[in-house]
């Protein structure tokens, strides 16, 4: 068979047209399955949308209702030495990292930058425990790592804190502790 496919130029060019034939019929039935919109399975009746629901006892509970609810659920208290850092006035550097990054392990080494400066607490912060930070990681809207969250100490109300995502240089972070520190005026650009 081979042989006779190798031999004959018709053979080849039906084969050839069977498989175009056969990899577009493939491609238009893909095509056609992903453009279809199926309607959603109704939702199951939970307290918040069925005050039947709720009154009656042995329900069946809907799981994801719980997950609308998390929003409102406030963070966990901060560790106790991030508290006294930004309480004695110290700008706060949390370090949020994953062990087995690349990045992660180099951008620990520009951290020693920071080693001898004063009113700097630093704290490097394990992906497995950024729970714990999550008052501060939720405001500044923590999504990768690893992350820089620069917070400085203010003076009643919410702390401003600032967030540098990837590789940092030595330079970068004491940067971005002299940008958290800045009290001056600050000037914008206008080209008028």
Do not use: W
């Amino acid at each position: 068979m081979r042989q006779k496919l190798n031999e004959n130029k018709t053979a080849q060019l039906v084969l050839v047209a069977v498989l175009i034939l056969g990899a577009g019929l493939l491609f238009m039935t893909r095509m056609k399955g992903s453009s279809s919109s199926s309607a959603p399975p109704p939702a199951a009746p939970t307290a918040a949308t069925d005050p039947a629901a709720a009154a009656s006892p042995g329900a069946p509970v809907d799981p994801t209702a719980a997950l609308t609810a998390t929003a409102d659920v406030p963070a966990p208290p901060l560790p106790a030495p991030v508290v006294a850092a930004h309480q004695r006035g110290d700008t706060v550097v949390l370090f949020v990292v994953h062990s087995s990054g690349i990045d992660d392990r180099l951008a620990l080494q520009a951290l020693h930058a920071l080693s001898g400066e004063s009113g700097v607490a630093v704290f490097i912060v394990p992906v497995n425990e950024v729970a714990k930070y999550a008052a501060i990681t939720q405001g500044v809207g923590l999504d990768r790592t690893p992350a820089l969250i620069v917070v400085r100490h203010s003076d009643g109300g919410p702390a401003p804190a600032s967030v540098q995502y990837g590789f940092q240089t030595p330079e970068s972070v004491v940067q971005a502790v002299l940008d958290a520190r800045y009290r001056g005026p600050t000037v914008t650009y206008s080209p008028d």
